[in-house]
């Protein structure tokens, strides 16, 4: 099949658009290449799907719609999937505009460019941090989400939003997946994992924040690229609404949309998390303890029930197994690009 993949300079994107290759699918992957954080690791990425006869790079800004719409020329896509977007809570903070501009303008734009190239179906990349400090858990894609914490959540839920009325508008066939705290092999630098193996190996202190007291959803990248390509092969639509369990399907009665969460469903204690990493580093960390940042929220905590229910699978590697594979390939990157 034909691909058009946004942010495959990306840690997802990376992943996803290497699984597709390698089944021999064609890939033209768009990508900002920004610098919030290392290019280098974004250009590695790019070096390593290169090697495939069947990737075509694009170099763009989502909020560039002419940009967009040359890699759709040169995809004629039949799935477009959309990873690419201005990440991390804490910098919404430093930098809403970014956001603004990435995750709501350039999502218009992605919306538009798949109206315009007729796809059979439309993936986007939404997030956990949609369901803000809910209190239920787990959290099912059933649940209230009009109460985010973030910027970033904010613009996220405005795609998701958009993204709906598209489907309803133009007969777009679209799913939007939520992510719960994606780790692994070349993982982003601004994340927890990679913060923390930096700082171990370096003799620096971790920053432990929410005095420890927080939980997270960890999702595997292999997992998660799993999720989504049996995803792909579903586009939303009634012949394939789940019946039972009663009650937990998102896909709209007035649109080809559903939303569905790509996560284990069980969440790892912060502290555990931290003693998980000291292990597979082998040695303990400095830890500094610092109180809960603003627009952090104390839990993730994902339902799985409408993702197994649709494709039969649910994200299951262990954290331990997970973190010792970051462990061996940051090291490797290190070696191989320096400090």
Not at 115 to 134: C, M
Not at 194 to 215: C, H, L, T, W
Request: charged fraction near 25%; hydrophobic fraction near 45%; charge should be negative.
């Amino acid at each position: 099949m034909r691909y058009l993949i946004t942010g495959t300079a990306g840690f997802i994107g990376f992943h996803l658009a290497r699984r597709l290759l390698d089944e021999g699918h064609f890939v033209v992957g768009f990508d900002g290449m920004t610098p919030y954080y290392d290019p280098r690791l974004k250009e590695a990425r790019h070096a390593v799907l290169a090697r495939s006869n069947g990737f075509r790079p694009v170099i763009g800004m989502l909020e560039d719609a002419d940009a967009l719409t040359r890699a759709a020329e040169l995809a004629e896509p039949e799935v477009i999937v959309h990873l690419a977007a201005q990440a991390g809570v804490r910098y919404s903070l430093e930098n809403p505009k970014a956001y603004v501009d990435a995750n709501v303008v350039g999502s218009w734009n992605i919306l538009e460019v798949a109206k315009q190239a007729g796809v059979k179906h439309l993936l986007l990349a939404s997030t956990s941090s949609i369901y803000g400090a809910n209190e239920k858990v787990p959290f099912a894609e059933t649940d209230k989400t009009d109460e985010p914490m973030t910027i970033y959540a904010a613009t996220k839920k405005s795609m998701e939003v958009m993204a709906h009325s598209y489907a309803h508008l133009y007969d777009i066939p679209t799913t939007a997946f939520r992510f719960f705290t994606v780790y692994g092999p070349w993982g982003r630098p601004d994340m927890a994992l990679f913060k923390f193996v930096e700082a171990i190996e370096n003799d620096r202190p971790i920053e432990i924040y929410g005095e420890g007291q927080m939980s997270r959803d960890f999702t595997y990248i292999d997992d998660l690229v799993e999720g989504i390509v049996r995803l792909i092969a579903i586009p939303p639509a009634e012949e394939n609404r789940v019946a039972e369990p009663a009650g937990i399907d998102t896909l709209s009665r007035h649109a080809p949309f559903r939303v569905v969460n790509i996560g284990g469903g069980q969440p790892v204690g912060l502290m555990t998390f931290v003693e998980t990493v000291e292990a597979a580093v082998g040695r303990p960390a400095i830890r500094k303890m610092l109180p809960m940042q603003p627009g952090d929220v104390p839990r993730t905590y994902a339902s799985a029930d409408l993702l197994k229910a649709l494709t039969g699978y649910c994200p299951e590697t262990r954290v331990a197994d997970g973190v010792a594979a970051f462990v061996d390939w940051y090291r490797d990157y290190r070696i191989a690009v320096g400090p």
